[in-house]
């Protein structure tokens, strides 16, 4: 370890930095859970205050100084500063070509066109909405630009944001690789005569899914001494290891959906929580980006959480909470409606076969919305026939279409495709598992995920930054990132099911 | 109005420092009201970054140079700039004074001092928060000294941060003539044969507490699209008028804790949201001191909120929310209990008599622990004899004494008076709305408000900073701050009742 004095001051200013970032993430947590109707302007005009004064604190010219100081990263033996000289690096660079002004009208506009979307959704008025949505896409450009992506790269800048190393291009490849396979399985599942019945799930007041939902979460292993979960719109998961906020909803008649929604929250939150506390703020103490973040949710929702194992274990307990709305739902009834595979239009709504889908459907429409090819004014209808085309769905409304998810109205371009590579990392990882602990899901049917929790640790979380996502995946899997390991696990886990 | 560059800039950094303030206020309302009891640590971190950053903005040398150049404020004759231009050079003033170190150590003690106190509060051991008290007291004395009170005059610092122009000479003066009749008048009530039965509030479910203190909440105006209502240790409002955060909390033994307290913080949520929302960030727009906001959550819970007028119109609707609880009480019975006057160890359960009682025993206490004649280690046998000869009680443990409150573990000394302080001035406010509208309790009995929240918007909301607590108290009420009104309205409202 370098024990200089520049590399002290430089950790030491990164955590300031940091609180003042989770300070902020609790303003957006507390914005989506908490706030009055009345208040969001007041709150976009906090946030923006907040997000100019971070990115001053992160321009300061004393940190350019003292990594100039530190020199290359490669001036030093340890991994570990290495990856925190790189990364602040990065950060530092990247910070510097942005200027204040261009961040609090970002802060603002975020704020604003949530509260936008949010509308437009009740209303199903696209029209609402589109005016912010066109500003997200301007300032998204606008920010490619500054970092130094020309015209035609801007779409790369905003894969790379959210996972460093990753391009269009290389999404693209693998997106195709992975229809290949993809599309005749799914063909196979929903042509099969197996239609599982999920109109079981009717009637389940909110009160048994919120403690059987919070059993599970910390039963998996989520700490609530150090976490919460609460009530929003759109499902998600903020803040840090020291104190993460998980959200669900609730909807009576659909009581997989708030489960499910904690399970893969849940996920997340184990992923920030397993981060190395004494690094926080540090690359040391950071996700590798949001695929390997996903890979932790997926594989928590999906490999675990639909497992038949995992079932075994917690079928009881869900009859205990619903006693009278399972009473004449057979075990595997109950085990095929939780593994329904159906082409649905909402993406949210989907199972784990066919939502890889609607990712494809969302980078494709990003695609073409950062080249040009698409108009912001244009997005309900091109919404719709791609949607038709790749899910064979035309949504009837464009809230089960273009407004369905929330993402973009926070300039959240270039996240969608996360979701899908987190797929596949989450079946690599999850053969990779297998393959140190052959008999890990007869823990799940005890009700124990200690074994889990700790290999994930081990491999994945406690690495914090040091790798990126392709060199991670190698790592731990021993494979390159792809979709083999994605189909493989659906066609394990799906063909008995529906054959 | 000064027009010039100069005073837009002054004032649009003012509004952008409220902002930034506004988003730590949320940190602190989520703290008490949310935090996992694992991340306090955290948390604190969080706020003393923030804190020291505010401070930083607080104290530009542009700030001191938009002043000077604006001289003093005689050079305006717009009494609104002026009022701006007063508080801001005070502010900047004290703000300079402080060193940038000595805010963060002072929000980050804030907080665990905060954390201390209520685990002490559970464990019944003031020992566990009595090393945090003694540092929030050597901090206080510290930050008078630095703004450049002397020795002697270090409460009088804390009595003039919560309510500018008022010293612990004058407090101490008004509370003596307080306690020349008050003490006489509690003798006559306490002694009285007439002893209210409080024993029917048993059993009354959350629920029809939260459904019935919001719909009273919502009656008397408070502005739920701008506002909450939660649930934490020590009931606050926090906020602004812009988003305006209340909490109460729950008894189901006492469910007049819950509304008296969602009145009491209603009343001061009605004085944020009453003031000019375009002045945010300015004096112009910040309440006169904690006396005058006391006033108004006072004279809500109390003057409105157990008057019989008041209680015409909501004694049905409370019936309706426990029909079965309320069946065999009679309409006089559940008046008396809600005016039920009582000398008992703990303040927030005190009636509206006796609770200067507990005022003047902090004061007392707070002027030991400034002057140095009571040391921290030796409250609880102080506070336990003061209890004793002031109140006549002699608390049974330290969670009954001197644990019971929250406000020292933030620091917040010189805080109790304005209390009382608020109860004269309430009382003083009364007699004047009473004078203007003889007629205003026929309101009450009809469910409306809006008379008497139209005439505190014009005489008090509205005036923001304008005046200081003595000046606008005589403007308002046309008569000095004293404690004959409170005398009197106490005797008009109890010898009825109790003779």
Chains 1, 2 share one sequence.
């Not at 199903?124 to 970092?147: H, V």
């Not at 009881?316 to 004449?328: D, G, K, M």
């Not at 108009?375 to 279409?401: C, H, M, Q, Y």
Request: some cysteine; glycine content about 6%.
């Amino acid at each position: 370890m370098i024990s200089n004095k520049t590399y002290q001051d430089l950790v030491s200013d990164l955590q300031r930095i940091n609180r003042l970032r989770t300070a902020l993430e609790l303003l957006e947590w507390d914005e989506q859970v908490n706030l009055p109707s009345g208040s969001a302007e007041r709150r976009a005009q906090e946030m923006a205050a907040l997000s100019e004064l971070i990115h001053r604190e992160c321009t300061q010219k004393r940190i350019g100084g003292w990594l100039e100081e530190l020199g290359t990263e490669s001036n030093t033996d340890s991994p570990e500063c290495r990856t925190v000289l790189r990364e602040a690096r990065r950060n530092y660079d990247r910070a510097v070509k942005i200027s204040p002004e261009f961040v609090a009208r970002k802060a603002a506009l975020d704020s604003r066109a949530y509260h936008a979307w949010a509308k437009a959704k009740e209303k199903g008025d696209f029209y609402l909405f589109a005016p912010f949505l066109q500003s997200q896409l301007e300032m998204a450009k606008e920010e490619a630009i500054l970092i130094g992506y020309n015209e035609e790269t801007t779409y790369d800048y905003h894969i790379d944001k959210h996972d460093p190393g990753l391009t269009a291009a290389f999404v693209d490849r693998i997106f195709t690789l992975l229809k290949v396979d993809l599309l005749p399985l799914i063909r196979q599942i929903v042509d099969s005569p197996v239609k599982p019945d999920t109109s079981i799930f009717k009637g389940y007041p909110r009160e048994g899914q919120e403690k059987f939902l919070r059993q599970i979460s910390e039963k998996i292993g989520f700490d609530f001494s150090r976490g919460r979960i609460d009530t929003s719109m759109h499902p998600f998961c903020s803040g840090n290891g020291a104190d993460t906020r998980m959200t669900t909803r609730y909807d009576i008649d659909n009581p997989l959906n708030s489960l499910f929604s904690a399970i893969h929250e849940s996920g997340h939150g184990l992923y920030e929580q397993g981060l190395p506390p004494e690094h926080l703020g540090t690359g040391l103490s950071e996700a590798v980006g949001m695929a390997m973040h996903e890979s932790q949710s997926q594989m928590w929702e999906n490999q675990v959480g639909r497992s038949r194992a995992f079932w075994d274990y917690w079928e009881p307990i869900f009859r205990e909470h619903f006693p009278a709305q399972l009473a004449n739902v057979t075990s595997r009834e109950l085990f095929m409606a939780i593994n329904s595979v159906k082409l649905l239009p909402i993406r949210v709504d989907s199972d784990e076969v066919t939502y890889n889908l609607h990712i494809i459907l969302r980078f494709e429409l990003e695609k073409k919305l950062f080249s040009g090819e698409l108009a912001v004014n244009d997005l309900p209808e091109a919404w719709s026939d791609s949607s038709e085309e790749i899910i064979g769905i035309r949504p009837k409304t464009v809230v089960e279409g273009c407004l369905q998810d929330v993402h973009w109205s926070g300039g959240a371009f270039g996240y969608f495709p996360s979701y899908c590579l987190g797929n596949m990392i989450a079946a690599q990882l999850w053969y990779a598992v297998k393959e140190f602990h052959p008999d890990i899901e007869e823990d799940f049917a005890k009700g124990e995920f200690g074994r889990l929790v700790k290999w994930l640790r081990e491999n994945v979380h406690s690495k914090g930054r040091q790798y990126d996502t392709l060199e991670l995946t190698r790592q731990v899997t021993g494979q390159e990132l792809s979709p083999h390991g994605l189909i493989r696990y659906l066609k394990e886990r799906y063909l008995p099911l529906y054959s």
